[in-house]
């Protein structure tokens, strides 16, 4: 089974703070990570990915996440936050060597950026 | 690029009735799926499709079925609804050969209140 905790139901920051969005994940094997942004009354958007290689991965919008085998973790960080980063933020996983292509998310990081 | 589009994009049912929510992407990827998103619970998956022909069950199937005749379209159908099916609802697609694995892209979603 495949599973993703996301530890903190909303996090609040001030602008031009750092900003990190905390992830766990529990898989067989090695896992693929994902990160998304949901706007209000938007789609998902795609951030970043792990898949191998380089433990510190860099996505859209300035953000980036660094992978932590030892921690099970994949948490999101953006340096200097803005407030148009305010959004709902998703964290996802699966097994690298499953035959399907079936995601778990967690369920869901409110961001509030205050200015 | 349309990407995925959804229909209709809010939708006001009577319990009982029956309803297809409606999914088409023009990226020609090979796996599509369906989510619902509920408060606090993220998204869920519904029914998944790897390949035209072929479906999966996901998370929370029950009540629900999918048909994938071609590669473009995936349609959602809600035989006889029930309140509890009231949610957001998103279509995603992804393909192995483009963007890498797994990363899917996501609908605009389709709001459903059972009443």
């Known amino acids: 089974a495949q599973s993703v905790a996301q530890p903190e139901d909303q996090v609040n920051v001030a602008e031009g703070n750092p900003l990190t969005v905390k992830c766990t994940y529990s898989v067989s094997g090695n896992p693929y990570l994902f990160w998304y942004v949901q706007y209000p009354n938007r789609g998902l958007q795609f951030l970043l990915k792990?898949?191998?290689?380089?433990?510190l991965v860099k996505g859209s919008y300035g953000f980036e996440a660094e992978f932590n085998k030892s921690q099970t973790s994949f948490h999101l960080k953006k340096p200097s936050a803005l407030v148009s980063d305010s959004a709902l933020y998703f964290c996802a996983v699966r097994a690298s060597s499953s035959n399907d292509y079936k995601l778990s998310f967690g369920a869901g990081t409110t961001v509030t950026v205050r200015a | 690029t349309a990407g995925i589009t959804q229909a209709p994009t809010s939708q006001i049912l009577a319990a009982g009735r029956s309803m297809t929510l409606r999914c088409t992407q023009d990226?020609?990827?090979?796996?599509m799926y369906w989510y619902r998103q509920d408060l606090g619970l993220g998204l869920r998956l519904i029914h998944y499709s790897n390949t035209a022909g072929t479906t999966g069950k996901g998370e929370v199937p029950d009540g629900y079925s999918v048909s994938r005749a071609n590669t473009d379209d995936f349609p959602l159908t809600l035989a006889s609804a029930v309140p509890s099916q009231t949610s957001v609802y998103f279509c995603?697609?992804?393909?192995?050969?483009?963007?890498?694995?797994?990363?899917?892209?996501f609908g605009p979603g389709t709001r459903l209140t059972v009443l």
């Open positions: 990226m020609r990827h090979n796996a």
């Open positions: 792990y898949i191998t290689g380089d433990n």
């Open positions: 995603a697609s992804s393909d192995f050969y483009s963007g890498g694995p797994d990363t899917q892209y």
